[in-house]
């Protein structure tokens, strides 16, 4: 097992709290194939021309139009979208310097988050060297590989001068995220920090505990923005960095010492506006806190354990304006928010290097967006959570999805404004257009559903508590605080199968179990069912077997009564069952004529939500038009304009029979009820796709681009599709996720995974959060 191998790596026969997330990250980074990465052709290659075209000998011809003009290598080759995440393990997050290549791992991380959040190819390369000559040396000659350098956990004083070196040497973007991505998120901070506090920029008093990488370079940015360095004071380890110290001084940490006699951060600390930490835990005290000036902005960056907690500050402070670099507290500061969009804007225009113009943009855009009102698509993915601009939201949260389409072409205006830009962008709305339809593609649309989830757990039911996908999904559920999970089961037999998985998971602490046969709120349970079902023939007597017998039923009469937010079932048994019990027992909501159920797919192409999956065999155009106004709902909570094509057999009338006429009274039904959506049928499932085929067809289509929401004309079709696509494109499917139910509740199918557990738990918490607005 992958936890006997952890006990071997570890010299380990418990897991401690500490560790306990060490398990899931092995298991991770091993299975189902080592790493975090692979290469994937972006070519079809099925036939001998395809072979011809792609190597020899057609690849001559874009290797000699390359020679004869190297801009075309953008044209022709990847490079143009392509960064090398780059590190030689001298600094390595808080690991020290552990190597070039145990660094591995955290730059496959790295280059995953590119290729997620900005749709930026990048390969990670480990420099096995500390000598500057050789790793300035190497990473130089890769220029005609990448278009751009991500310099990562490389320890200071070094990284500022291979940084510059390079920069120097390479007519490409390099960039050392550690330094500037960490200035650019904190200048963010800063800047709207001091919008609320009232102050500017170049009056305030900055105090600064750090003189490392990330700290020097932050503020380096600062006093471009306007900060004065005469009004900036910064401690070390070694104490104030004052004129004349000598240990462990650089030319960089240099050029902000000041002539005083302070030598320790409590001698500097009165009457400071600004508090910036990227050092060590504790550093700063409450004591500290009291004497700073009014409204002091405190950005405690340590990570895990920051200068100080923010609940002592508001202990003996009810003005200060708190960051911090965690993200259970609000105004977490993340390099996420820059980097994977600062190098797309800068490769979009072939930019030649990251300039000061380019940063400062890059906290402009960011900064402002926080102070923007969102619109209700961004809201509702964050589970209808504030974004109002104010102390508790200075700066945006790092699953925003409109820093992509706002930071990338600032950027890019200011490389084109400063003359970096070798490739500048003629159509300005088509790049919009291009940003914007990535942030659909990207697959990233679950991530604020977990945020939100996170921010308030809700008690899920899980009916089928002692199968072991469930009880897998429930260490997961617990590690990430998505839910208060309450298992349905015999609890001899739940604990013997977290003990058989090896799962840390603890009855009654980490996870309630609620005993059918053993059940202390048995009477009240069986006289709600009782109360549900006595007009359908069930005795009081019956509802009592029930009730010691039945899980779904159970789940069900708990989420009515109010033991429970929302359910979950369907892991082990027929689904229709499943759904007659909620169907039952939970029921439609008022303003809703029947259920039917959405099943989400994540694709490499995109993220698309079909209808209804699993519920109507035959679905009148009624019905249709129902289900797909409520399914428009849901993919506007995923944060997604949803645009719906009504999918038929037949092209806008090439068919008339009892399908397409069906499909066809729906989308008439559907202008007519909710003219707000944006809808087009009947048509084929490529012409729904596909823009070019449709304008060829039909040029007067309701929409532009791929549809997202698919409605099927039954369940057949549905279900087949779905089950195909997910198999053959390597899908991610999400649900079914039941609509139209008056509480939550979601029936799964057999085959769902553990992950797809923990993705509809994810779900159904903000499905029931949303239901309490």
Known sequence: MPYANLQRLGGLTTMSDKDKLDQAALDYHRYPKPGKLEITPTKNMVNQRDLALAYSPGVAAASLAIAADPSTAADYTTRGNLVAVISNGTAVLGLGAIGALASKPVMEGKAVLFKKFAGVNAFDIEVDTTDVDRFVDAVSLLEPTFGGI?????????????????KEKMNIPVFHDDQHGTAICVAAAIRNGLRVAGKNIADVKLVCSGAGAAAISCLNLLVEMGLKKENVTVNDRFGIIYKGRVEEMNPYNSA?????????????????????????????????VKRMAPNPLILALAN????????????????????????????????????PFLF???????????????????????????????????VSAYGGASFKFGREYLIPKPFDPRLMTIIPPRVAKAAMDTGVATRPIQDWDAYQQSLEAFVFRSGMVMKPVFER??????????????????????QILVDDGICKPILIGNPEIIQHNI???????????????????????????ADVYYQAMCREGVTPAYAKRVMTSRTTQLAAVMVRAGDADALICGVEGNYASHLHYIEAIIGMHPRVKHLSAVTMLILTKGTYFLTDTHVV???????????????????????????VALLSHSNFGSRRDESSNKMRTALELIRERYPDLVVEGEMHADTALSEEIRERLFKDSGFKGAANLLVFPDLDAANISYNMVKMLGDGLPVGPILIGTNHPAHILTESTTPRGI??????AAVDSLMRKR
């Open 499 to 525: 003990n058989n998985y090896n799962l840390r998971l603890k009855i009654g602490e980490d996870i309630e179990v609620v005993d059918p046969r053993n059940n202390p709120n048995y009477e009240r349970h």
């Open 758 to 763: 923990v993705n509809m738990a994810a779900v």
């Open 453 to 474: 989830a996170r921010q308030d757990p809700q008690r899920i039911v899980f009916a089928e508590g002692e199968s072991q996908r469930v009880i897998t999904a429930m």
């Open 150 to 166: 991500n310099l990562e956990d490389i320890k200071a004083p070094e990284c500022f001068e291979i940084e510059r070196r390079l």
């Open 304 to 339: 895990p354990e920051p200068e100080i907690r923010p609940e002592l500050v508001h202990e003996v402070r009810d003005d200060v304006i708190m960051a911090t670099g965690r993200s259970d507290y609000p105004n977490q500061v993340n390099n996420v928010l820059c980097f």
């Open 617 to 643: 065999v035959n679905p009148t155009a009624d019905q249709i038009a129902e289900s797909t106004e409520i399914a428009s709902r849901l993919v506007q909570n995923f944060g997604i304009k949803p645009q």
């Open 344 to 378: 797309r804007g800068a490769l979009d225009v072939g930019a030649t290097e990251i300039n000061e113009a380019m940063k400062v943009a890059a906290v402009q855009a960011i900064a402002d967006l926080a102070t923007k009102e969102a619109s209700d698509v961004v």
């Open 256 to 288: 902000y010492a000041i002539e005083t006699d302070a030598r320790t951060l409590d001698d500097v600390m009165d009457g400071a506006d600004v508090f910036l930490g990227l050092s060590a835990p504790r550093v700063l005290k409450q004591e500290h």
